[in-house]
């Protein structure tokens, strides 16, 4: 005769730990970014998404893109230097919104750190001319990603960045290394930002 399991309301379940998994994830990230451990960044949170670390830290390659005048261009991250890339389609709702807030980061030339946006979805100049233009970022420093070699909305082992949402900003820390994302309209600007990038900053790599 085969027994069946019980639950007396003292024991979880398997399932109530499955589903509980995730937010204790999240409980314990928040606890260890707020709880004072400098080897873990600070929490940063847009609406649904949070800045998600990347694991192994992987370098980032030079990127062969094209600037807005077509011309081909290797980019680089700048060791000692955190780097802030944006990835954004003319498609995209979201990025009306996040452009701006990119471009105006950019323009407040924190020390030690860089900005630059790339156009995932158009190779079109003109069109990201102006499309740049209606969305109040004349003057970000914006690339094309021509060759479908930085990021690859198809997912090819061969594309260095992974697009899991759109916009999404990827930053790189001082050793030139991936470090992490963040989906979706994200605020760099606010006070949680603006902590996470400093502590990048502060990293030795």
């Known amino acids: 005769m085969r027994e069946e399991s019980r639950h007396d309301g003292r024991t979880p379940s398997r399932r109530s730990i499955l589903l509980a998994a ?8 928040a606890s260890r970014a707020q709880g004072g451990d400098p080897s873990w ?7 649904r998404s949070q800045f998600t ?4 830290r992987t370098p980032m390659p030079p990127l062969r893109l094209q600037d807005l005048h077509g011309k081909d261009v ?18 995209c709702a979201a990025c009306r919104l996040d452009l701006p807030v990119i471009a105006s980061l950019a323009r407040s030339q924190p020390e030690g750190l860089d900005v630059l946006a790339i156009c995932t979805d158009i190779k079109d100049v003109r ?21 479908g070699i930085a990021a690859d909305p198809n997912r090819s082992p061969e594309a260095v960045f992974k697009l899991t ?3 999404i900003t990827y ?10 994302y963040i989906t979706g309209a994200a605020d760099w600007l606010s006070p949680s930002g603006a902590r996470l990038l400093q502590f990048y900053r502060e990293q030795a790599g």
């Open 127 to 147: 069109k990201i001319r102006a499309y740049l233009g209606g969305v109040t970022a004349p003057n970000l420093s914006c690339y094309i990603d021509a060759y």
């Open 171 to 180: 930053l790189i820390g001082t050793s030139s290394r991936i470090e992490g």
């Open 41 to 47: 960044p600070p929490v940063f949170e847009t609406g």
């Open 165 to 167: 949402g759109m916009p």
């Open 74 to 91: 290797m980019l680089t991250a700048k060791p000692g230097r955190v780097t802030v890339i944006n990835f954004w389609a003319t498609w």
């Open 53 to 56: 670390i990347v694991r192994p």
């Open 22 to 29: 995730p937010a204790l994830l999240v409980s314990f990230r």
